[in-house]
């Protein structure tokens, strides 16, 4: 499925985009795979760090640490939320451009000319 620009578009790029379905899907995938990695790495090294500021940092720096690092930590999980997010819209957009696709062909009739 793919559409062709407006004449008189300025874009320089190529007249016609395609929306290929499986390379969405295969996109959202990809996204899904390496979020999930991503946030274990995280998750790890979070627990590693929260470990060493427990046992081996004095307890007033620890907490002034902490205080640095939270919002750090709260904005890298919204982006693997944000991530995973995309990847479901993508994956439902392109479950849409099938069923679009299956309905245009099923409807779909010649206007006969004459």
């Not at 793919?2 to 996204?31: E, F």
């Not at 620890?62 to 999980?77: K, S």
């Amino acid at each position: 499925m793919g559409y062709i620009k407006p004449v008189g578009s300025t874009d320089t790029s190529s007249d016609l985009v395609i929306y290929s379905p499986s390379q969405m899907r295969q996109t959202a995938a990809r996204i899904l795979a390496e979020v999930s990695i991503a946030s274990q790495q995280h998750d790890t090294t979070w627990r590693q760090l929260q470990d060493w500021l427990n046992h081996e940092v004095d307890p007033a720096w620890a907490d002034v640490m902490r205080t640095c690092l939270d919002p750090y930590v709260q904005r890298l999980r919204a982006s693997y939320g944000w991530l995973t997010d995309l990847a479901y819209a993508l994956s439902v957009a392109a479950d849409f451009v099938d069923q679009l696709d299956r309905q245009m062909g099923e409807h779909f009739q010649p206007a006969s000319y004459r």
